[in-house]
Each structure stands twice: as C-alpha cells, then as structure tokens.
C-alpha cells in the first residue's frame, strides 16, 4: 500500500468516525423534545402539547391525535381564507391525521409568515400561528 493509499484511508476512517460522533450527540437532543400528542388551553389559546403538557413538542406528517387536530383547527380557523385565496383551499375535516393535505397548508402558512416551509410544526412555527402579534390573522384562538 503506497502513501496516498494510506493516507486516502485515515481520511475516510476521519470521516466516519467524526460523522459517526455527530450522529451520536445529535440523536439524544432530538428524542428530548415530544410529538405533540395532545393539548391545553393557555390564555385563550388551544396550545398542543406533549403527553406531559410541555409545548416544546412537535408534529410532521404522520403524527395523529388531539394536538393535530388543534393544529388543523388554527391552520382552519386563522387562515383558511388566505389560503383559498392563495389557491390552496384548506377544507379539512379536523381529525387529527397530519397527512399530506395538513402538510402542504402548514408549509403554505410557514412561507407566508416567512419561517422555514419544511412542513414541521415546532416551537418557531407555534410561536408564530399561535402566539401571533397584533397583525395576524387569528388572534382569539
């Protein structure tokens, strides 16, 4: 084995270990924040929580329960006009399933309020639909 041999795998062992350890640190600090499985009311909010009540939770398709349905209730309520006036009209029965509908109008609704469209609910985005300032389109909720 030649030098460049030797040296091309240290590289990719680097690599691996390094991507390895980063894998490794980020996991615990993403399983530490809950799906949002459920809800409470806070100052005349319907805030979805996690089982234990903490709102640092999130949601992305796939997820079921009452916290989406409280989700898909405020994306409804707050800007079901906007959205049919963007051309997405968000009819949406509340059940509670994150699919692919809820998906695409949280996306809709993050650009607009210019956060990141990734179609995951989480804390900047909760912030944002449910703690809204004085200029936004739903603020009884």
């Given at each position: 084995?030649?030098?460049?041999?030797?040296?091309?795998?240290?590289?990719?062992?680097?690599?691996?270990?390094?991507?390895?350890?980063?894998?490794?640190?980020?996991?615990?600090?993403?399983?530490?924040?809950?799906?949002?499985?459920?809800?409470?009311?806070?100052?005349?909010?319907?805030?979805?929580?996690?089982?234990?009540?903490?709102?640092?939770?999130?949601?992305?398709?796939?997820?079921?329960?009452?916290?989406?349905?409280?989700?898909?209730?405020?994306?409804?309520?707050?800007?079901?006009?906007?959205?049919?006036?963007?051309?997405?009209?968000?009819?949406?029965?509340?059940?509670?399933?994150?699919?692919?509908?809820?998906?695409r109008a949280l996306k809709e609704v993050q650009h607009h309020e210019g956060i990141?469209?990734?179609?995951?609910?989480?804390?900047?985005?909760?912030?944002?639909?449910?703690?809204?300032?004085?200029?936004?389109?739903?603020?009884?909720?």
């Open positions: 084995m030649n030098i460049r041999q030797r040296l091309a795998g240290m590289a990719v062992a680097a690599v691996v270990g390094v991507a390895g350890g980063l894998v490794a640190l980020a996991e615990p600090a993403a399983a530490a924040i809950a799906a949002c499985t459920t809800y409470r009311v806070q100052s005349n909010h319907y805030v979805p929580t996690s089982s234990t009540g903490n709102r640092n939770c999130w949601m992305q398709r796939g997820h079921k329960g009452d916290g989406v349905r409280m989700l898909q209730i405020t994306l409804h309520d707050c800007y079901g006009e906007w959205l049919d006036a963007v051309g997405f009209p968000y009819d949406i029965n509340a059940d509670g399933d994150f699919g692919p509908i809820t998906e990141g469209d990734d179609g995951i609910y989480g804390k900047v985005t909760a912030a944002t639909i449910l703690f809204p300032g004085k200029n936004a389109p739903c603020s009884y909720i």
